[in-house]
């Protein structure tokens, strides 16, 4: 036990063997982190909800959102059409290397990024994700049997501005129309 307490005395009196310890040991948590988020099933999930297409994605917001609005008391039969600003998107996790050239006193530095990969199953590898920007909806479209009653219109485009974080003036209330009525 004293030997490893004197290698590590000896590692530590050198910046350099500092930098490379904390290096080493922040890779060995990334590694453990990594094999438990797959263990429990995390990143299958996400892979599954990344999957989402845009459509699928606005036609589930539409449901529910339907489905909400059809509980405001007042509101009635109602229709939904939601309008995406933009969809999912992945940021990848880079490694960036700056080297540096020297031609007779004059100093060139060339920046080189490449895109980290992890093994995701048997032979097959993926990059990895760090963040995931979610859909960001633009605008909302609602028609109901109570959208000609102030009260109930109000609710609606309160509920909507709520439920996706959008400003009033991006949501359109107005009362639907009977078939065979002109």
Known sequence: MIEIKEVF???SNNKKNIVLIICAVLALVLLVVSGFSEETGNSEEVNVKLNVSSEEYIKEQEEKLKELIEKIDGAG??????????CY???YLKDSNL?????EGVFKEEQEENFVMAKTGSNTQDGV?????????KGVAVVATGGDNEKVKMAII??????FNINSTNISVEKMAFEGMD
């Open 99 to 103: 080297k540096t050239e020297s031609t």
């Open 89 to 91: 998107e992945n940021v």
């Open 77 to 86: 039969e109602t229709e939904v059409m939601i309008t995406l600003e933009s």
């Open 129 to 137: 994700i760090i963040k995931v920007y979610e859909p960001v909806v």
């Open 9 to 11: 005395k000896n590692l």
């Open 158 to 163: 309160e509920t909507v501005s709520a439920v």
